[in-house]
């Protein structure tokens, strides 16, 4: 039953096209009272169209005009005949209306409803007149007449067609009702379904309403097996001799609009059953009611009786045990009223709950139909698997950006996509804190021509109980936004590149001038070139650490390993660095490890975490404050199973707001600096996070706002390096 402003519009739409065709048949184009009406009709077309993509209005075998498969007739009859006139003199059997629709073609079509039908005979075919009128949003379908001649008599092979489907209707339901169960009649049934379709797909390359809702309703029945059913349909069609391509494009559209429909009665089934109780009870109730109301009546009856044999029988002078008797049937007479008073109650209350369940029911259909257009329109492509690793959903994006299609949904993800970072929709993911999941794949295409980027964001979806049932995710296509990134990177790494071989030349120059080799410099000149030598060597750190950063993007950041001792490039770096605290006042504690045990490692890039960490502490921590420094051994977890060495610098600096600790390891992050007015690239803890990753070991923070940080790394002890990056 469709929703009551929708049913409300069809009827709108078809007393206003009735109008419509009465005035353009009295009246010229121009006339105002045409023009008027077929905008109101347009109008009323738009509203229909903007919540149904198309709608159909047919003419059923009994001569009732159906819309949507609802009568339109209770209504208004009389612009209903009408209309069903020109249905019958254009042997139209149907017409579907279509998003798109001009008001142009919406007057064209209307005139050929007023063409004479001598002058449709000339053109022999009713859909090369709308073609000729370029109508492309309306469709018609014709009902088909075979006739062969005996004499003057005309057998219509339509007619027989009719009982046909009737009679197919009527075995359907009875199936449907369980009173057909052997397997050869559910055989015969589905094989006179296939010949019908096969014979009318053959002549008109579509299928009519009539011999299509008797397929679908067939299949939904057996909806288990309609992969079987679809297989030997297209067999028959094939064999029938209907061309290949269009025979699997009706299968492929005949398989999605079962879909749908089987998708729609999963939700709303059980409240179906629900109102099939309540109607089955109600069925009673009335039966209940209508036998008390017999009983009533009679008891009536009797109770006349009584009362005129009372009265003779008073009238006569006899006992008045007759009054004993119409007293009692008179007291069960008002308790069988009372009965009927409470079932009457009852009922009410039942058929509340079942407008109840109906109205839940429409709600339930369009949330349904509301969700799947957001997900049918969504940007970003959508895959939903289930626990074993099933398909259950890809909207039009994903299809395109994994090459799936809607058949492709109940198979295993890992046998319809054969990328093998795409299996990370499925398996081996491990969630985040908040239960997302968020990877970047590569895809390349069989040639190699092509390369796209997408970043995956998975989540787990759970049942009330907390119960794990599958996955979703969302695909985007960030191939784009990835080129502008390397194309920024790869411009960063060629101007630094370009800048080292200057600035080296500028700092030796610079150096020559102040040891005095060509000739002396006053105190200012020597002040001058003390600055400059300063800056310079502030632009040569920011140099390689653009540098740096720019080969470990580009994956050529390569590590020297060998064995040194971590206890030796503690003190190598604090006593390059001891110099610039003792000038702020700040003392550098050290607490190393008592063994001189030596573990595998690039000891330059270590030295570099270690400087950037140090003087980072220095930086950042006022005069007379305090920075300790601790080496210590981490006994074995599953992460570092042979143990690891933890090194960690502890300042009593400003310290980092919270909401900055997640971002600090970022490239550009500064967190404090900006606001303390200190200088700095934002790159050294981004650099340093990737050099102690590569080392297989792990970097973090902990701080809290004017009470210091404390920066620790571990290093595993077993060898556990990136060997991608690194050189022997």
């Known amino acids: 039953m469709p929703d009551k402003p929708l049913e409300n519009n069809y009827i709108k739409f078809t007393r206003t096209l009735t109008a419509t065709i009465r005035k353009l048949n009295l009246y010229p184009t121009k006339h105002p009272a045409v023009i008027y009406s077929i905008r109101e009709l347009y109008r009323v077309l738009q509203e229909i169209l903007d919540v149904k993509d198309s709608f159909s209005i047919s003419l059923s075998s009994d001569s009732r005009l159906l819309i949507e498969e609802y009568s339109a007739g209770e209504k208004n009859s009389r612009l209903v005949e009408d209309l ?25 079509f209307i005139r050929i409803l007023l063409m004479d039908a001598e002058e449709i005979k000339r053109h022999r075919d009713l859909n090369k007149i709308f073609s000729d009128n370029d109508i492309q949003h309306i469709k018609i379908a014709q009902f088909s007449y075979v006739k062969i001649k ?10 027989e067609k009719r009982i046909l489907l009737d009679r197919l209707k009527s075995r359907i339901k009875d199936y449907s009702l369980g009173k057909i169960q052997k397997t050869e009649d559910i055989q015969n049934i589905e094989n006179e379904i296939i010949d019908i379709i096969a014979t009318e797909f053959k002549e008109k390359k579509r299928l009519s309403s009539g011999p299509k809702n008797i397929l679908k309703k067939y299949i939904i029945l057996h909806s288990e097996s309609r992969r079987d059913i679809y297989s030997r349909l297209n067999d028959t069609l094939i064999e029938s001799g209907c061309p290949s391509q269009e025979v699997n494009k009706f299968i492929n559209k005949l398989e999605k609009e079962i879909s749908r429909k089987l998708m729609t009665k999963e939700k709303t089934v059980p409240v179906l059953r629900e109102v099939e109780v309540l109607r089955k009870e109600n069925e009673q109730a009335k039966i209940k009611i209508a036998q008390l109301k017999e009983e009533i009546a009679s008891q009536s009856i009797a109770y006349k009786q009584l009362q005129e044999e009372n009265r003779r029988i008073t009238q006569e002078g006899f006992s008045t045990e007759l009054k004993d008797k119409i007293e009692v049937l008179r007291k069960e007479n008002e308790q069988a009223k009372l009965q009927i008073g409470q079932l009457q109650k009852e009922l009410d209350l039942r058929n509340a709950a079942y407008q109840q369940l109906e109205k839940e029911n429409r709600r339930v259909i369009q949330e349904k139909e509301k969700i799947d257009n957001i997900i049918h329109h969504m940007a970003e492509g959508l895959v939903v698997v289930d626990m074993q690793g099933n398909a259950v959903m890809f909207n039009s994006v994903a299809e395109k950006l994994l090459g799936v299609s809607k058949k492709d949904i109940g198979v295993p993800l890992n046998k319809v996509i054969k990328d093998e970072h795409l299996l990370t929709i499925v398996k081996d993911i491990k969630p985040a804190r ?15 021509s092509t390369r796209r980027v997408l970043r995956t964001s998975s989540a787990v979806v759970e049942d009330h109980n907390g119960k794990t049932v599958g996955m979703v995710t969302i695909l985007n296509d960030i191939t784009r936004q990835k080129e502008i990134e390397k194309m920024k990177s790869d411009f960063v790494a060629n101007v630094s590149h370009e800048l080292r071989t200057p600035m080296a030349t500028i700092q030796q120059n610079i150096s020559l001038l102040m040891e005095g080799l060509s000739g002396g410099l006053n105190e200012d000149q020597m002040k001058f070139l003390n600055i400059t030598q300063d800056n310079i060597k502030r632009l040569k750190r920011l140099i390689n650490d653009l540098l740096d950063s720019a080969a470990i993007e580009a994956g ?6 060998s064995s040194y001792n971590v206890n030796e490039r503690v003190n190598n770096v604090v006593t390059f660095l001891n110099r610039w605290a003792q000038s702020k006042s700040i003392a550098i504690h050290t607490d190393l490890l008592p063994e001189e045990d030596a573990i595998e490692m690039d000891k330059d890039r270590i030295e570099q975490v270690l400087t950037n960490l140090l003087s980072n502490a220095i930086k950042f921590t006022p005069e007379g404050g305090k920075i300790f420094i601790s080496v210590s051994k981490r006994l074995s977890t599953p992460e570092f199973p042979q143990g690891a060495i933890e090194i960690s610098i502890k300042d009593t600096g400003m310290g980092i707001a919270a909401e900055d600790l997640e971002r600090i390891f970022k490239k550009f992050e500064r967190a404090n600096a900006t606001k303390a007015g200190i200088g700095g690239t934002g790159l050294g803890l981004s650099i340093c996070k990737e050099i102690v990753r590569m080392h297989g070991g792990k970097i973090a923070v902990e701080s809290k706002l004017g009470e210091g940080s404390k920066f620790s790394f571990l290093l595993p002890l077993s060898q556990k390096v990136d060997s991608v990056n690194k050189e022997v």
């Not at 005996?150 to 007619?159: L, N, P, Q, S, T």
């Open 84 to 108: 069903i006139s020109y249905f019958k003199k254009l042997e139209i059997e149907s017409l579907m209306f279509s998003k798109g629709i001009t008001d142009k073609e919406l007057e064209a």
């Open 150 to 159: 005996k004499g003057r008599a005309v057998v219509e092979i339509d007619k």
């Open 434 to 448: 908040d239960g997302s999941i968020q990877k970047e794949i590569e895809l390349v295409s069989p040639d190699e």
């Open 556 to 561: 050529k950041f390569k590590l020297r390993i």
